[in-house]
């Protein structure tokens, strides 16, 4: 399952050099990304009542072209390893109009207790849900 | 008691007309009310621990001259009330080179607590603290 | 001419408190402006183009409930005066799911040439369109 | 040349998880570059003014800690790479009461003539500094 995100560039996104500032991106890859677990019927809400967090625990971007005010963004997000103890996930943005790509990027969440603090391992019904995506 | 804070314009805080963001002053008044709280002797993480969190209930600015990447700025902030209510705060935001006045604005939080997520009247602990700062 | 435009709340959007912090609103009251002047038939970049800026000059917000992660908002846009010298607007930001008000604010602009940094009268091409949109 | 920036994390640089949001220590990369450059004797207005943008090509991250509010962090910038066609840094966020380390990253920039948006050569005004930071 690879799943699709719009974003429109807001004029708070953008920078004195007139194009999107390079941090938005890494904003815009989460967005995908809870997109991605939405589609696979995980809801972060749901896993923090139950007492995970999924923090981040590596990033990148490759940045090809600039986005800018009132563009319209695709934002491809691709399941890369979905594991009982982490999630990596790649992305792509697009500019929607003439479909060109901006940006490529990946990230890595771990499955923390929230209380131990500690990585842990993901029960079996959110694992189950993120398999069928995978498939 | 008036206190002074100071925070540098960073690139990431302007936008495509070159100048900073207008909504960015609105945290630097954070900025400037969680540095006055730390000269009274309160600290946001220990109200939290405590229980007790401050939501905003109004914010507003004037806007009269605009920052720039690189500026150093000045956010002054002065008492309006501090009441076991609520808190209000009044913020003058100078560019440091020259003084120019960039912004002023005012701000008032309420005390919640966690427990109920209703209004709540803040302990003589942080009151008598508050009240000193008023002197 | 009122319009509305959503935003779904994103994660970076919280804050410690759980809950969407205040200064996005201001944020997203620009997400109102941009898609009312769009329906106007104005946009921000064509104004750019032809040489002009419109900074914010006040903006104010009261807040009465809380948005949280992933809540579809709506933003509410309503002009409250457009002149050839500056354009005031007020919001009603709700919860779509069950239309409860979090927020309300105005903002106001005024246009200003880009080639002299005055503050400048708006040309009978865009003024005539902010009329139409206010009857 | 190693630099160090310092920042305090505010309560907008937070999340519902209680820690600092991930995006933003790529925005606090910049605040360790700029701090580089500056230290070197470039500012980026100065760049800019003479026709100069450098947008990011790359950036990675990797987190090891949190940040919560409050911490006040040290961002150790070190140059990796200064070429006339591109600079390459890596960094090392520290919480400063312990030294404890959070996050390194490492970001690239190409130069980039605003008049034809094509990558260039840096002149040799800003090499020459760029050369004695690196020494």
Do not use: C
């Amino acid at each position: 399952m690879v799943t699709t995100a719009i974003h429109k560039v807001n004029f708070y996104d953008t920078d004195a050099m007139a194009v999107v500032h390079h941090a938005n991106y890494i904003r815009w890859f989460e967005i995908g990304r809870v997109e991605f677990l939405r589609a696979a019927g995980i809801t972060l809400t749901e896993m923090m009542d139950d007492g995970y967090v999924f923090p981040i625990t590596e990033v990148s971007a490759k940045y090809m072209n600039s986005a800018r005010f009132d563009d319209e963004l695709l934002i491809e997000t691709t399941p890369e390893a979905l594991t009982k103890a982490k999630m990596a996930f790649t992305y792509r943005v697009l500019r929607k109009s003439d479909n060109l790509l901006l940006v490529t990027g990946r990230t890595q969440n771990v499955f923390t207790s929230m209380e131990t603090g500690h990585i842990t391992r993901l029960p079996a019904k959110y694992y189950e849900r993120l398999q069928k995506a995978l498939e």
